[in-house]
């Protein structure tokens, strides 16, 4: 009878770990109060300098480059696009802030980027940090956050140390600028601020990890990519993967119904091992679609089949940590990943 106890109480233990277990997301269900980082404090670059008189850009030039870095280098030079540092760089940087349209633009994301907007997306980025140094403690996070107007050249932007987001590049989808510079729709759709958060942590984990990889053939694009967006999971697990990828509702059910039949394009004629640049281009560039494929099908269908892929090769190996999977080869993911869909 004692044995029967202790094998009845072994089995009610067992089902209580199953049923826990069933519940948990790795992802979700982490602890991050004891992981210390400096709070994000976006530093307002874009009210420094439209608030700075035209003529006193040269004298307030020091002031600039102590609070900013070669990040206000960088934008002077890249942005503002000028050459070499000289008197006529402050006098484009002058034009550049006086012209009607620019200064309007500055205007506009004061609208739209109020006080209260800020600390939301302050608070977000300090948040997403702090998981992603929770899953990644060896990355390095940047040291300052910069607001500033690209004059539509630049959404988000890194630097050695520092994370920039062009404000101009969010302020709504039916901004007027946009229609005049004739933006397809597929780009404006997500030019709002519901994606100024996923966009930045995404450019900051690019920034770090894109240079650890050879990207020559198109499994490895694909797998790069989802440990990326595999990461971005980690450091906003609440956020919608359609904000993340950028899917629209119609996009991601196309991909939800076709997980299949992509996988199996994917893996026909040997196409996951192949080089070509030419063939590779259409499955992982930005578009309304991907055309190798069909028009419903949406843009860089591989780099989201790439992310599910990982997805089930985390699923299936729950030792392996976030920071691991970065550092593991495409070829050991996807072998081990088993993915069927």
């Known amino acids: 009878m004692k044995q029967l106890n202790f094998f009845n109480s072994l089995l009610f233990f067992l089902l209580i770990s199953l049923l826990s277990s069933c519940g948990h997301n790795r992802l979700k269900d982490v602890n991050i109060s004891s992981i210390q980082i400096t709070p994000v404090k976006l530093l307002r670059m874009d009210e420094d300098v439209f608030l700075t008189k035209p003529d006193a850009f040269k004298q307030e030039a020091q002031k600039m480059k102590v609070k900013y870095g070669n990040f206000y280098n960088?934008?002077?030079?890249?942005?503002?696009?000028?050459?070499?540092?000289?008197?006529?760089?402050?006098?484009?940087?002058?034009?550049?802030?006086?012209?009607?349209?620019?200064?309007?633009?500055?205007?506009?994301?004061?609208?739209?980027?109020?006080?209260?907007?800020?600390?939301?997306?302050?608070?977000?980025?300090?948040?997403?940090?702090?998981h992603l140094k929770y899953h990644l403690p060896q990355t390095v996070l940047p040291k300052q956050c910069v607001s500033f107007i690209s004059g539509f050249n630049y959404n988000i932007t890194t630097m050695d140390s520092t994370l920039g987001i062009g404000l101009d590049m969010y302020l709504g989808s039916d901004n007027k600028y946009y229609q005049m510079l004739q933006y397809p729709k597929y780009k404006t759709r997500c030019m709002n601020t519901n994606y100024v958060v996923s966009d930045?942590?995404?450019?900051?984990?690019?920034?770090?990890?894109?240079?650890?990889?050879?990207?020559?053939?198109?499994?490895?694009?694909?797998?790069?990519?989802?440990?990326?967006?595999?990461?971005?999971?980690?450091?906003?697990?609440?956020?919608?993967?359609?904000?993340?990828?950028?899917?629209?509702?119609?996009?991601?059910?196309?991909?939800?119904?076709?997980?299949?039949?992509l996988w199996a394009y994917f893996t026909e004629q040997n196409?996951?091992?192949?080089?070509?640049?030419?063939?590779?281009?259409?499955?992982?560039?930005?578009?309304?679609?991907?055309?190798?494929?069909?028009?419903?099908?949406?843009?860089?269908?591989?780099?989201?089949?790439?992310?599910?892929?990982?997805?089930?090769?985390?699923?299936?190996?729950?030792?392996?940590?976030?920071?691991?999977?970065?550092?593991?080869?495409?070829?050991?993911?996807?072998?081990?990943?088993?993915?069927?869909?």
């Open 200 to 261: 930045a942590i995404k450019g900051w984990l690019i920034h770090c990890y894109d240079k650890n990889e050879q990207l020559n053939n198109l499994l490895n694009h694909m797998i790069f990519y989802g440990k990326l967006y595999y990461a971005l999971d980690a450091a906003l697990p609440d956020v919608e993967d359609s904000i993340k990828i950028q899917y629209n509702t119609v996009q991601m059910k196309y991909c939800k119904n076709y997980q299949k039949n």
């Open 271 to 341: 196409r996951l091992y192949n080089n070509d640049l030419k063939e590779l281009a259409p499955l992982i560039s930005d578009g309304p679609f991907t055309s190798a494929i069909s028009k419903e099908c949406p843009p860089r269908i591989a780099m989201y089949i790439g992310w599910q892929v990982v997805r089930a090769y985390m699923n299936k190996n729950a030792d392996v940590t976030v920071e691991k999977l970065m550092k593991t080869d495409a070829q050991t993911i996807l072998s081990k990943s088993k993915y069927k869909p």
């Open 74 to 130: 960088s934008f002077i030079f890249d942005v503002i696009n000028h050459g070499e540092e000289h008197d006529s760089v402050y006098k484009a940087l002058g034009l550049f802030v006086q012209d009607k349209d620019m200064k309007e633009v500055f205007n506009q994301s004061r609208k739209v980027f109020t006080d209260e907007a800020i600390v939301s997306i302050e608070s977000q980025l300090s948040d997403g940090l702090k």
